[in-house]
């Protein structure tokens, strides 16, 4: 198991439609924590999907959607206790997506089992 709060993931999409930010094929995830950056002088939209047996990103998976992160700012999604967090089993996924592109740094942390 990794030590709690390893980063499991973290990308900046170059474009405007959903991509997978995390997938594991094999073990059961727990993702404890989100950090959505925007590194850019505007507010830019974002979404964050969990497909908990593929990678459909849609309002059907959506965990947040529309949200805004302002300029240069950062949205930290922690959760704290144990097993609170996002479970990811065996073949799921962790989409993200924003409206801006290459506005948006998405890091993920947690555990693996």
């Given at each position: 198991m990794n030590a709690p709060?390893?980063?499991?993931?973290?990308?900046?999409?170059?474009?405007?439609?959903?991509?997978?930010?995390?997938?594991?094929?094999?073990?059961r995830t727990e993702v404890s924590r989100v950090y959505v950056a925007n590194t850019t002088a505007s507010d830019a939209t974002f979404a964050i999907y969990h497909d908990d047996d593929g990678t459909t990103y849609s309002e059907a998976t959506a965990i947040v959607f529309g949200a805004t992160c302002p300029a240069n700012g950062v949205i930290d999604f922690g959760f704290e206790a144990a097993g609170g967090g996002i479970t990811i089993a065996p073949g799921g996924s962790l989409g993200v997506k924003t409206g801006t592109a290459n506005a948006i740094t998405f890091s993920v942390y947690g555990v693996t089992q």
């Amino acid at each position: 198991m990794n030590a709690p709060g390893s980063q499991l993931a973290q990308s900046r999409p170059s474009g405007t439609t959903a991509v997978t930010a995390y997938t594991n094929a094999n073990v059961r995830t727990e993702v404890s924590r989100v950090y959505v950056a925007n590194t850019t002088a505007s507010d830019a939209t974002f979404a964050i999907y969990h497909d908990d047996d593929g990678t459909t990103y849609s309002e059907a998976t959506a965990i947040v959607f529309g949200a805004t992160c302002p300029a240069n700012g950062v949205i930290d999604f922690g959760f704290e206790a144990a097993g609170g967090g996002i479970t990811i089993a065996p073949g799921g996924s962790l989409g993200v997506k924003t409206g801006t592109a290459n506005a948006i740094t998405f890091s993920v942390y947690g555990v693996t089992q």
